[in-house]
């Protein structure tokens, strides 16, 4: 017994320093795409390539006066970031990081919890970090902050559908809900036998779960939310030092737990070609599973970048019209046509 | 109208078609201009480490320029500072007394001479009317401070040390030297 709390205490230790760190380094990676994507050179003045630079964004956070305002509910001013910050911490338990590690004959699976409703519990976690904005957005009592609480909600909890509805159809073709069973479903890839992953079955839940996902984390082209030009700030307007420093922190880690699940979802988690073709050992191929799993993350943390330094932001309606009358419609016929195919399949076919 | 260019397009507001109306095709032809764009060499120059290549008759920081023997050209006749659109440069004028030949050139001198580095524009004016060869426009770039009193640069920074002194030949153009030639204006020299 003491001996699987000391294996999750690791594992938990493990992947929340892993979580800072990953958030801490997008911070600086999306300043340095930032300037790579417009012919500049971005922060290099801090360490060899500007590489402490989250260090010392950090610790100028920690050194800036602390404002509350003294029209602003106190506690919940408070509870605004770390509702944010905690939620978005919260949602990495789920996650598969990586297959299973035999020591001793015992088998370690790599992920803390392996709920079998892991998706709904993303989904949970996800929804609550709406609270963050809006009760940030409330307490401070100025009025862009509410604009943009509203906006985020609104915006959230109408992309969460569009996002639910895409991932129904992935569930119709796994047949479960936990992320572990996805990942193992997506098992081999290209190699001896062929299975692929699962964004081959389910490319157009793919590109509606990707879009949902950067309006979800509150990304450019959706982030209207904060956008500077209508709002000052947004929600965190009359935010500053380390409160301010969670919301943004928050955002990375969102960004950071969205691309695990895009992932693990529709490309394979841990899985990579070839894997069991090439006669390693279990322990060898779940680390290198691992590695690909985290070069998987990393890509669609620059992917989401790459968006956001290549397309400008929608207008309110615009973005409205896209969740509402696109991706919602465009999500119910991809679960109708997947349910068909799965029938024909099962009744007709074998 | 006749256009300038040829690159000029007629708006027209026209509905989108359906390929327009997904965003998705647009959004892979940004994303692929700004893949692209990875891969190109920045145009920063980063600024200590490497300097730009500046013009021959580049307009710096001032220098007030002392003669052969050592001693300051300037004589406190307030030109420089009529010239100066932005009434940048003020000064006070003081009498050479006995002893200081070796310091002043001539009788008259500048016992403060202010630039307003906040002020001047650069724009030489000041050098143009100098009478006596006295201030120049160098090549060197203005260093930079947090404060702003720091910018009010008096005769410690603008008068050229005895023992490293300032090149301003490129700053001595055909006009200045024609002007040398001048025999009724020899006592400049």
């Known amino acids: 017994m003491i001996e699987f709390f000391i294996y999750k205490a690791i594992l938990v230790v493990a992947i929340f320093a892993i979580t800072l760190f990953v958030a801490a380094y997008s911070t600086y990676a999306e300043r340095k795409v930032a300037a790579f994507l417009q012919d500049r050179v971005g922060p290099d003045r801090a360490g060899p390539f500007g590489m402490f630079q989250p260090l010392a964004d950090g610790l100028k956070f920690m050194m800036k006066e602390e404002i509350i305002p003294d029209f602003a509910n106190k506690f919940l001013f408070i509870l605004g970031p770390s509702i944010a910050m905690m939620t978005a911490l919260m949602a990495g338990v789920v996650i598969p990081w990586g297959n299973s590690l035999v020591i001793d004959g015992k088998e370690y699976f790599l992920q803390i919890a392996d709920l079998n409703v892991g998706i709904l519990y993303v989904f949970a976690v996800v929804s609550i970090g709406v609270y963050g904005i809006m009760i940030g957005g409330w307490a401070s009592n100025n009025k862009f902050s509410l604009l943009g609480a509203i906006r985020a909600s609104a915006q959230m909890i109408s992309y969460e559908i569009a996002m639910g509805l895409s991932i129904i159809a992935l569930i119709i073709t796994t047949g479960t809900l936990s992320l572990r069973e996805i990942s193992m479903l997506q098992t081999g890839g290209v190699g001896g036998h062929w299975n692929f992953w699962n964004v081959v079955y389910q490319p157009v839940g793919f590109i509606i779960f990707l879009i949902c996902a950067f309006a979800e984390t509150n990304r450019t082209p959706f982030d209207l939310p904060e956008c500077e030009t209508e709002l000052v700030g947004g929600y965190h307007t009359e935010y500053s030092s380390m409160k301010l420093a969670l919301y943004l922190f928050a955002e990375y880690i969102n960004m950071f737990i969205s691309s695990a699940v895009i992932s693990t979802l529709y490309f394979g988690g841990f899985n990579f070609p070839f894997m069991n073709d090439l006669g390693l050992d279990h322990n060898t191929i779940t680390i290198v599973g691992s590695l690909f799993f985290f070069a998987k993350i990393t890509f669609f943390i620059f992917f989401f970048m790459w968006i956001r330094w290549t397309i400008p932001r929608f207008r309110y309606d615009q973005l409205m019209n896209l969740g509402w009358k696109a991706l919602i419609p465009l999500a119910v016929i991809n679960i109708f046509i997947t349910g068909l195919v799965i029938i024909i399949k099962t009744h007709y076919l074998n | ?189």
């Open chain 2, 1 to 189: 109208m006749q256009a300038l260019t040829n690159r000029s397009k007629v708006v027209v507001k026209k509905q989108m078609n359906f390929w327009e109306r997904i965003y998705l095709p647009a959004i892979l032809g940004g994303i692929v201009i700004t893949i692209k764009h990875l891969f190109r060499k920045s145009s920063t120059v980063k600024y200590p480490e490497t300097k730009r290549e500046i013009s021959q008759i580049w307009r710096g920081q001032h220098v007030l320029k002392r003669d052969d023997q050592g001693a300051e050209r300037c004589t406190a006749c307030g030109l420089c500072a009529v010239a100066c659109p932005a009434e940048a440069i003020t000064m006070v004028a003081a009498e050479r007394v006995k002893g200081e030949e070796k310091l002043y050139r001539e009788e008259k001198y500048a016992s403060t001479y202010e630039i307003n580095m906040l002020r001047c524009i650069f724009c030489g004016l000041c050098e143009e009317a100098c009478p006596k060869e006295a201030i120049f426009l160098t090549d060197r770039i203005l260093p930079t401070d947090y404060g702003r009193g720091e910018f009010v640069f008096g005769k410690d920074k603008l008068v050229e040390p005895v023992d490293e002194r300032v090149d301003v030949t490129v700053r001595q153009t055909a006009a200045v030297l024609e002007f040398k030639t001048h025999k009724q204006y020899s006592h400049n020299k």
